[in-house]
């Protein structure tokens, strides 16, 4: 590569001669190889690195060329461009390009880069981007991996890097740290060569910043001898030199502040006091008494990544050093205290640390569990900092795992708190009394944490299937919450656990409602898994059983609420029945019934009195429905006759849900599920009535909410964890308060308290008249005094009135709201009917009571979100459940009747809402009622009457065949008054998607109801309804179901009723004065070309004369309308359906005129610069392209020449080549279709004489006439053979078939199927007959 060499000597821009040859090979390049270096400086990295790689493949199949030569030039010059963004994509496409062309020099690189940038010649405006340049240039050598293999560009390198180094205003420290990073890879030899160049022997500038002293610790690293010959013996830990590496440290955090991590100079230091064994004296005296003496939160953070990243290095003694000292307080505080919008929480990467180093000592237990308990050791006033659920234990070995819930257990029994590091922060020591840090709570928030930590350690362990540690700490939370011990045994170990401070009322709460969650972590489902069909049990029965023995040791084991001789009875019967379920395993049913027997009993232990009756009524339904014989037909379960059992069992459901526990209401919707078959309309309706809004207030259930019970317990502890948090409140919030209160009260004030203030005031002669001043003088101190008591007990009594107003209130605001939330856990128990049982009939009870639901939701002023929960799920359930199921009721011949009564109930109610959403849910449940109906077959269809049905399409006569159940004469009846509704009231609920849709699944009941929507068309209503009946029509008609159910009259007959209407309604076309008016018009038209189509496409035979000339008559009213722009925004979409209508009648749309050049006057010709302001924009004339041939050209032979309209010329055309269509019928320019006669003025003609046919056309000779073509006579044109032609053209059109081409192609020919429109039928029956004659 003989260019490669001769890159040294090369001088880009050296001489003119040079210069031009640059350029002349510039040009030489293709712009894809241009166009590779913009990529390169583009912000998006994937579009960076495929434009390099594309690079480097253009010059590896042009390795020789001159393409290499620019590529390197213009890296370079990337290198120091201005956008600071672009500079380091050109260095990494260097790197690779170097990377990949080994031949390349790197010193012929590396001096092109000092010449092009060179840094004492270059200007004081460029010095940053030149500064720059030689940076990322050195950089580059050094990413292409070549540059530690060159020892001579190494040396230049490390010599123009130190020549940076003196401009650290614009590199900071960069160039110092590319060196290190450069020395780290070199070899030794190179290195030890290096090191005198680059380290000075003095200490002081060594410690006088950090990459100087970065720079030390790797030579202290990877060539000790040559450090120690070139400084002598250096000790960075003494007592001088310690404040220089605090200043160090300090200077190095914040210069790595935004990057969020931690500086490698502070690891090199930690490395090197381990080495040194110097560590407990760089902890104490750097870390601890230095670092954190006054702490900014940069260096605050360089202490905790040097803490995280120190874990794994150090020993067990080491460990206990670090995790009890101040920087761990001081670690602690910053949880408590940092606030996210400021100060980010360092416990996300703090446990990156842990996790990091606990899976890295799997062979240690001792140090992972020396490690976390000494985090969790960190506490607030007995709580500890760390969270309850901390994901860092799922990389504890199993035994540090037993070893950690051992010393949790212990700490529990007997707290040690002088072991914990506990701390208090400032605003604590200020608002905090000495007394209330005591003993007692700081011994109950630890507990409370404690016991919540094991069970997020079990939810863990769950995953992990370690049964062995599952059962103790359930175990342990079993006997703490529901026992205590009366004298220790073997046979039970947690009686031998002492408490050092004993278990108070509170904290037993805590352990009861965390065991309640416990039950709900080991019991994520009630199906019966793969491992309790082998034998084994699931979780709550090894706990009842256990509880069971608990019971029988009454000499060792007291309950803490003792039971009474009837509720041990339950109990015991409860066991009873638990074992004859067991019996009857193998059923999905009792395995449900036992999870409910299960929970229930466990319950027992909490509040005996309140679940003992709930208990006998579940064993006694569970017996019913057990010893009930199973084969019973769906029929007599649906009938009156069923066992109550059901209707028991539904309330204890009801009064389960009550409670607020997510594991009772997985329980209950399981159960719900098994026992829903059985369900019987008294047992719905108790669901019902906890939905229905009329018996809303009634207190039939009584919903409990733990959490106002808890308040007042755990608000002590949260809230004064939260102090900090509450001290940092704005004053303009509590003034906001202040305000709202003054207005609450004196919108609270009331007519009597103002009379009884009057009559206080006139007591004491406070209010006067006239003499007031005087009356006021004459009031005595006393008489003063008497009044300000009187005043005082007045507003006392208003403001105490006020209060319990108030409170009233919000008692009843809470009811509400869990009022609102136990009806949303009622709607489980609907959800499990619909889906387990969509063909039960009782579902059809349902649809009136969610509607109510939704109403009401809709209704409702409040936006609260468990108003909107349950709206969404009501909606959810009825919308999918319900009307979109695949499975529905197939019994209600005993309630057809009721059926079609709801039926148009629900369509009167959808017409009465004031809301179109709420009208399309009552829409949807007639609509899901009348599929219902029609699935439906009655008994004489099933008794087999085969009568014959009278002649009638086929589909008409499967349906009545099928649907006999469906009373369609009463259905339309309902339906005609919703349409009739629809179309003639004003503000109508109901809307066309509706219609559509009970058009699109009912295609019989639209054939009944399409003579009101013809009838609405052209009525007096207004123009929106008319719009809307368009919008119908054109929507349904286009439907295939629809046209199924007629006959080929009686679709004949309506398409002309249809056509007669919309004729009536285009007389006005052109006309409206207002949008409802233009909207009328454009939706007319619509339904015009609509049916148009259907005319075509199905070759009816209809007569629009009448239509063609009331078209015609408006042509000029919508060409001035569009002149004048009135109705712009739908003036040009009007027109343009005006021309599609009378284009299908064969009529083509003129051309609009344009002034030709030659007509300008001269006298009227203006100045060159006049005329090139006037045409800016336009293309000019010599652009503009020529047509090759004339399309609109006539053959000369056969044309001649024709009465023209207007002063239009007659345009003449070459000869054209053999045409496909001999056949030119062309119309005139002002709309008329042209006849047989050759008169010039047969193209005006009345309407209401009958149009004659035109001929057939091409679609490339109508598209002539828009060109601007003169229409010749078609005699002119045509002859004998040619009309027998087009008679046998319309003889096969109007007898064929439907088309089954496509849309396109049918609307290319409506034109060629117009005589069909324009002919009589007799016409057209004789033009069949003469085909069918002629051989």
């Known amino acids: 590569m003989a260019e490669m060499k001769n890159l040294e000597t090369a001088e880009p821009g050296s001489s003119g001669g040079a210069t031009q040859a640059d350029r002349h090979g510039l040009l030489e390049h293709s712009r894809e190889f241009l166009d590779f270096f913009w990529d390169i400086a583009k912000p998006e990295q994937e579009t960076r690195l495929q434009a390099t790689e594309k690079l480097l493949q253009y010059l590896r199949t042009r390795p020789e060329g001159s393409e290499m030569k620019y590529a390197l030039k213009r890296l370079i010059t990337g290198l120091g461009v201005g956008r600071e963004a672009a500079r380091p994509c050109y260095s990494l496409a260097l790197a690779q ?48 991996g070549r540059l530690v293999k060159d020892r001579e560009a190494l040396m230049k390198s490390v010599r123009l890097l130190q020549i940076l180094s003196h401009h650290y205003n614009h590199l900071q420290g960069q160039p110092m740290k590319v060196l290190v990073d450069i020395l780290t890879e070199v070899p030794e030899a190179m290195f030890e060569e290096i090191l005198p160049k680059v380290l000075r022997g003095d200490l002081k500038v060594v410690l006088g910043s950090p990459k100087h002293l970065e720079l030390f610790l790797l030579a202290q690293r990877r060539v000790p001898a040559k450090l120690k010959s070139l400084m002598g013996a250096v000790d960075l830990f003494t007592e001088e030199n310690i404040p220089s590496l605090v200043n160090v440290l300090k200077m190095a955090a914040m210069l790595v502040k935004k990057e969020q991590k931690l500086p490698e100079l502070a690891l090199g230091l930690l490395q090197l006091a381990l080495k040194e064994n110097k560590f407990p004296q760089f902890w104490k005296e750097v870390v601890e008494q230095e670092l954190l003496k006054k702490p900014s939160w940069p260096t605050s953070y360089l202490c905790f990544r040097l803490l995280g990243a120190a874990l794994p290095l150090l020993s067990e003694e080491q460990l206990q050093l670090v995790m009890r000292g101040e920087l761990i307080r001081h670690f602690g505080e910053h949880i408590v205290v940092a606030k996210p919008p400021n100060q980010f929480k360092f416990v996300p990467e703090m446990s990156v640390y842990v996790s990091t180093f606990l899976e890295g000592c799997q062979d240690d237990p001792g140090r992972q569990l020396a490690v976390l308990v000494a985090f969790s050791s960190i506490t607030n006033q007995g709580l500890p900092v760390m969270p309850t659920f901390w994901r860092v234990t799922r990389f504890l070995s199993p035994e540090a795992l037993r070893s950690y819930v051992a010393w949790l257990w212990d700490m529990f029994l007997q707290p040690r708190l002088d072991s914990l590091v506990d701390f208090s922060t400032a605003n604590q020591k200020k608002t905090q009394d000495a007394s209330v840090n005591v003993p007692e709570r700081c011994v109950f928030r630890l507990r409370k944490w404690i016991i919540h930590r094991l069970v997020s350690l079990v939810d863990q362990l769950h995953l992990e299937k370690d049964e062995d540690l599952i059962e103790q700490v359930a175990r342990f939370c079993l006997f703490h919450a529901f026992f205590k011990t009366k004298k220790a045994t073997g046979q039970i170990p947690e009686t031998k656990q002492h408490f050092s401070f004993p278990l108070d009322g509170r904290t037993r709460e805590v352990i009861v409602s965390t065991f309640f969650s416990l039950l709900q972590t080991l019991n994520p489902k009630f199906k019966q898994t793969a491992d309790q069909s082998e034998g084994a049990k699931p979780w709550t029965y090894r706990l009842v059983k256990l509880a069971d023995m608990l019971l029988n040791h009454s000499r060792n084991v007291v309950v803490v609420t003792p039971f009474t001789a009837q509720q041990r009875q339950a109990w015991n019967q409860m066991m009873d029945t638990l074992k004859e379920l067991e019996a009857r395993s193998s059923e999905i049913k009792a395995t449900a019934f036992q999870h409910l027997l299960l929970l229930v009993g466990l319950h027992l232990f909490k509040s005996p009195a309140e679940i003992y009756d709930l208990l006998n009524d579940i064993q006694t339904c569970i017996k019913k429905s057990v010893e009930q014989k199973p084969r019973r037909s769906r029929s007599r379960a649906n009938t009156s006759q069923e066992p109550p059992w059901v209707e028991v069992m539904v309330e204890i459901l009801l009064s389960l849900l009550a409670q607020p526990s997510h594991l009772i209401r997985q329980v209950a919707r399981n159960v719900f599920g098994h026992i829903c078959s059985h369900l019987t309309p008294r047992a719905l309706q108790l669901i019902l009535a906890v939905l229905n809004p009329e018996t809303e207030e009634d207190d039939n259930v009584v919903v409990t909410d733990d959490s106002s019970e808890k308040q007042p317990k755990e608000t002590e502890d949260e809230g004064e964890d939260s102090e900090d948090s509450k001290d940092s409140k704005s004053e303009g919030e509590s003034e906001d308060e202040e305000e709202s209160e003054e207005e609450e009260r004196d919108g609270d ?204 399409d086929q589909e008409l006569s499967h349906q009545a065949q099928t649907a006999n159940c469906l009373d369609l004469s009463f259905v339309t009846l309902v339906y005609s008054e919703a349409l009739s509704s629809f179309l003639t009231k004003r503000n109508s609920p109901l809307t066309v998607p509706m219609f559509l849709s009970l058009f699109s699944r009912y295609p019989v009941i639209c054939k009944n109801l399409l003579p009101i929507l013809v009838q609405h068309v052209a009525g007096p209503s207004q123009p929106r309804r008319k719009v809307q009946a368009c919008l119908l029509l054109q929507k349904t008609l286009s439907a295939r179901e629809l046209r199924v159910c007629f006959e080929d009259p009686e679709w004949e007959q309506l398409i002309s009723q249809v056509l007669a209407k919309v004729t009536q309604t285009l007389r006005t076309l052109g006309e409206a004065q207002s949008k409802s008016e233009h909207q009328k018009e454009l939706s007319s038209l619509e339904l015009l070309n609509t049916v148009f189509k259907i005319i075509n496409h199905e070759k009816l035979s209809v007569d629009v004369t009448t239509l ?39 009529i083509q749309r003129p051309k609009l005129e344009k002034k030709d050049d030659k007509d300008v006057v001269p006298s009227d ?19 503009k392209r020529k047509k090759r041939k004339a399309e609109d050209a006539v053959p000369q032979q056969d044309a001649m020449p024709v009465a023209t309209s207007g002063d239009q010329p007659p345009s003449t055309g070459k000869k054209r080549k053999k045409m496909k269509a001999q056949v030119v019928a062309q119309t005139q320019l002002n709309g008329t279709p042209a006849t047989k006669s050759p008169a010039p003025d047969s193209a005006t003609q009345s309407p209401s004489t009958p149009a004659k046919t035109p001929k057939l056309q091409k679609k490339k000779e109508q598209l002539s006439q828009v060109n601007g073509a003169t229409p010749v006579s078609p005699t002119q044109l045509s002859g004998k053979k040619q009309r027998r032609k087009s008679l046998a053209q319309k003889g096969v059109l109007s007898k064929s078939p439907q088309s089954a081409l496509p849309r396109k192609k049918s609307r290319l020919s409506l034109v060629s199927r117009s005589p069909s429109l324009l002919q009589s039928g007799t016409k057209r029956k004789k033009m069949a007959r003469r085909k069918e004659q002629t051989p």
């Open 1165 to 1183: 010709i203006q100045s060159p610069v006049s005329m090139k302001r006037k045409k800016k924009g336009f293309l000019p004339e010599t652009k």
């Open 749 to 952: 004030v009331d007519p009597g308290f103002r009379q009884q203030l009057m009559a206080v005031l006139q007591a004491g002669k406070a209010l006067g008249g006239v003499d007031s001043e005087d009356d006021e003088e004459e009031l005595g101190d006393e008489a003063m005094l008497a009044l300000d008591q009187n005043l005082a007990s007045l507003f006392a009594e208003q403001k105490l009135r006020i209060q319990a107003r108030r409170e009233e209130k919000n008692k009843l605001q809470k009811e509400k709201i869990l009022r609102r939330d136990f009806q949303i856990r009622v709607l489980d128990l609907i959800e499990v009917l619909v889906t387990k049982q969509p063909e039960n009939p009782l579902v059809l009870e349902l649809l009136e009571p969610l509607l109510n639901i939704i109403q009401r939701s809709m209704r409702s002023s409040g936006t609260t979100k468990q108003e909107q929960d349950l709206l969404h799920k009501t909606a959810r359930i009825f919308m999918h459940d319900v009307c979109r199921a695949r499975h529905y009721c197939h019994n209600v011949e005993h309630c057809t009747e009721a059926l079609h009564t709801q039926v148009e109930r629900l369509v009167q109610q959808a017409g009465r809402q004031a809301d179109s959403s709420v009208a399309l849910y009552y829409f949807n449940a007639s609509l899901y009622l009348l599929r219902v109906l029609k699935g439906n077959i009655s008994k004489s269809h099933q008794q087999g009457d085969n009568t014959e049905l009278e002649p009638m």
């Open 97 to 144: 390009l170097l990377q990949s062309f080994e031949d390349i020099p790197l010193c012929s690189i590396l001096k092109q880069i000092q010449e092009k940038y060179e840094l004492q010649k270059v200007k004081k405006a460029m010095m940053r981007p030149a500064l720059f340049a030689n940076l990322f240039g050195v950089l580059a050598l050094f990413q292409s």
């Open 1108 to 1146: 063609l000339g009331v078209l015609q008559s408006q042509q000029q009213k919508l060409q001035q309308s569009l002149q004048q722009g009135n109705h712009s925004s739908g003036s040009s979409r009007l027109y343009d359906l005006y021309w599609q209508a009378m284009k299908m009648l064969g």
